[in-house]
């Protein structure tokens, strides 16, 4: 096989769709349906010849594939897949690293040990945190959440990483009533229930009330876990760590924070102090493959004790190496053994955009939002939600009621038809709105613009229609 040749026909292939970003509509041009009917066929029997295939793969793909790393794709928190990040990610596959352990994969483990490092740096988290580099901010969250378990059942005399949780004291679980849904998954996973939790009450910008979280704090006595939040997942809007942080601590609480985009604006000298406070907590989720725009899937779980990290998620064998001193298994601070070396991805996009690159593109990016709001936010028949502090925006258009429903969902049908742009809907406060994510390298007010222009052109379109 001639693998240069192979290769290179991937790479030009990537290139060409990554060059077509200007000229492609922002939305699939096919459907899942007709998707399916382009890949379906029985069982292949015999061989495909390498070139011939790979270029099949391409083409029947194609039709499907949605401009997520387009700079006008605005429809969920989605980074735009860094051309560097990807030429990274290209070379993990072709090294085909496990990178479980530090011994089989000196390379991939390396470059996850200098990559943290520079994450706590980047992110303004103290020094003695543990990272692990794990698929996304789900998957982050249940890491985290799975050291907090262990470790506040510890403190009572239970060890849950042994027994379990049958028998074990009971762990009260207190979150704020817009946490993201994922958080409620996580909580799932480990046995805490995603319901058998407090649901603290939020302001309207969807941030935990201080009065209402020492409320639910006073009952507790006994192990406890509070999970708080950088960037909600419609407003963009931060908890009061200043204020929230001490109160949980004062009942022994671990205080976990999900903050999968909202927490790289500690990276941002201009939107630090949204997270001020942010650092006294005990673990953070956040994700590469939205703001730092590495390729998905990229997250990473951080921990202030590292031990109650390595605890929850040592996987140890007889076979395996051990890590010594100053070694790091990268496998010890995630739920996986074998695993995509995700390090060299991360310290691509980190050494490429350096400190300050970082800083400038979130920056862009919430001025960009900004612009989209200011913009909208003129009209009469158009009203922004929000405090647009970070890069979310939510509007609505027309009246309050469900003829201002209808009309919402109109013009983002409208705007998906139209192409120029994506945006997506969700329910806030129990209403349709417009949901506008900046979270893309290439987004800036320039782009902002032509979104707004086209927003409110699909707003005049559907306006006429209903005269
Ligand atoms: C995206 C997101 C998650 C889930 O992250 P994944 O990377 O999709 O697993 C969790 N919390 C918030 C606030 C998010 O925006």
Not at 20 to 39: K, N
Not at 94 to 106: D, F, I, L
Not at 278 to 306: C, F, M, N
Request: charged share 20%; net charge negative; glycine share 10%.
């Amino acid at each position: 096989m001639d693998i240069e040749a192979l290769f290179r026909l991937a790479a030009q292939s990537a290139a060409r769709f990554r060059n077509a970003v200007a000229e492609r509509p922002h939305r699939p041009l096919r459907d899942y349906a007709g998707s399916v009917a382009a890949f379906d066929e029985a069982l292949p029997e015999g061989p495909a010849e390498a070139n011939a295939l790979i270029s099949d793969l391409a083409a029947r793909a194609d039709p499907g594939l949605h401009l997520m790393a387009g700079p006008r794709f605005f429809g969920w928190v989605i980074g735009g897949s860094h051309p560097v990040g990807v030429a990274a990610d290209m070379l993990t596959s072709a090294w085909g690293q496990n990178a479980g352990n530090h011994t089989a994969a000196p390379s991939a483990a390396a470059v996850e040990t200098v990559a943290a490092r520079w994450l706590l740096q980047l992110l303004h988290l103290p020094g003695e945190c543990s990272v692990g580099f794990v698929t996304g901010a789900t998957v982050a969250n249940f890491t985290c959440l799975a050291a907090a378990r262990g470790a506040v059942l510890r403190r009572h005399g239970w060890d849950a990483d042994a027994r379990g949780l049958f028998g074990a004291p009971p762990i009260t679980v207190l979150i704020g009533d817009d946490a993201h849904t994922t958080v409620f998954s996580a909580l799932q996973f480990l046995g805490l229930g995603h319901d058998r939790v407090i649901r603290v009450a939020t302001d309207g910008e969807g941030r935990i009330r201080a009065d209402a979280f020492e409320e639910a704090l006073s009952g507790v006595d006994g192990p406890a876990i509070a999970i708080l939040q950088a960037g909600q997942i419609n407003t963009g809007a931060f908890d009061d760590f200043h204020a929230l942080i001490p109160l949980a601590k004062g009942k022994g609480a671990w205080v976990h924070v999900d903050g999968a985009f909202g927490l790289w604006a500690s990276a941002s000298l201009e939107r630090r102090a949204l997270a001020a406070g942010v650092e006294e907590a005990d673990s953070w989720a956040t994700d590469g493959h939205k703001w730092l725009q590495t390729p998905y899937d990229s997250g990473y779980a951080i921990v202030r004790d590292e031990l109650a990290h390595r605890r929850a998620m040592t996987i140890a064998a007889s076979y395996l190496p051990l890590a010594g001193e100053g070694e790091r298994d990268p496998s010890h601070y995630v739920p996986e053994l074998s695993r995509r070396a995700r390090g060299f991805a991360t310290w691509a996009m980190i050494r490429h955009l350096g400190r300050h690159g970082i800083a400038d593109m979130i920056e862009r990016n919430c001025k960009a939002a900004a612009a989209i709001a200011a913009i909208l936010g003129e009209r009469q028949d158009v009203r922004v939600l929000n405090e647009v502090v970070l890069n979310q925006v939510i509007v609505r258009f027309g009246t309050d009621g469900e003829a201002g429903d209808r009309l919402t969902q109109e013009v983002i049908a409208a705007v998906q038809k139209d192409g120029q742009i994506f945006v997506g809907g969700a329910q806030w406060r129990g209403r349709q709105v417009m949901r506008i994510s900046v979270c893309n390298f290439q987004t800036d007010v320039h782009q902002a613009e032509i979104a707004a222009a086209a927003i409110l052109s699909a707003l005049g379109r559907v306006s006429a229609e209903v005269k």
